[in-house]
């Protein structure tokens, strides 16, 4: 049970710990192309922002199937 709950507080701090760092780098960018969906457009971003963006979302999904997968009964490493 605790071995699911810290692999999920700890993909989910590193997921928004990412993005933070992330936020921060992308202020000072100059080319900012916007993605059309099809029916609309999104606003101006950086294309090093969009790629952040799916790895930490990549980052918090992982975390979180290796959450929900894990066995109950098991133990992090290094733990007796």
């Known amino acids: 049970m605790f071995v699911r709950a810290r692999l999920l507080v700890a993909s ?5 710990l990412l993005l933070a760092i992330l936020c921060l780098g992308a202020q000072n960018l100059d080319q900012r192309p916007s993605l059309n969906l099809g029916f609309s ?3 101006p971003l950086p294309a090093g922002f ?3 963006v799916a790895l930490v979302i990549g980052v918090i999904s992982g975390g979180c199937s ?3 997968l894990a066995p109950r009964n098991a133990q992090l490493p290094g733990r007796e």
Do not use: D, I
């Not at 989910?12 to 928004?16: D, H, Q, R």
């Open 41 to 43: 457009r999104t606003a």
């Open 12 to 16: 989910l701090m590193g997921g928004s």
């Open 50 to 52: 969009l790629v952040g």
């Open 66 to 68: 290796a959450a929900l």
